[in-house]
Nanobody, 120 residues
Framework: QVQVVESGGGLVQAGDSLRLSCTAS????MAWFRQAPGKEREFVAA????????RYADSVKGRFTLSRINRVNTAYLQMNNLRPEDTALYYC?????????????????WGRGTQVTVSS
């Protein structure tokens, strides 16, 4: 059974930084999605197995950086210059696919989420 576990959320002020971690029980394409109250889940970033060319949503480009360390099957989402609109429950997802898809349906394995709250 594939396990995906997130950590690193918290309450911060606008302009602060946070780093989220996601560990999977194997090597997969990994992605982050987020869901704010009353809104649909949206794509944040994705990274393929070799760590090359991470893909980002336009809303986070230049502020968020996704990387991974395959030795420990962990992906890291470094979030800088956080904004109140980044407040959401952040989910990590894993896929057996080879592309850094932005579609939630392409990811078979999901974590339970970690809350990020950014105050103004």
């Amino acid at each position: 059974q594939v396990q995906v576990v997130e950590s690193g959320g918290g309450l911060v002020q606008a302009g602060d930084s946070l780093r989220l971690s996601c560990t999977a029980s194997g090597r997969y394409t990994m992605a982050w999605f987020r869901q704010a109250p009353g809104k649909e889940r949206e794509f944040v970033a994705a990274i393929i197995r070799n760590g090359m060319n991470p893909r980002y949503a336009d809303s986070v480009k230049g502020r968020f950086t996704l990387s991974r360390i395959n030795r420990v099957n962990t992906a890291y989402l470094q979030m800088n210059n956080l904004r109140p609109e980044d407040t959401a429950l952040y989910y990590c997802a894993a896929s057996n696919g080879w592309a850094s898809s932005a579609a939630a349906g392409d990811y078979a394995y999901w974590g339970r989420g970690t809350q990020v709250t950014v105050s103004s």
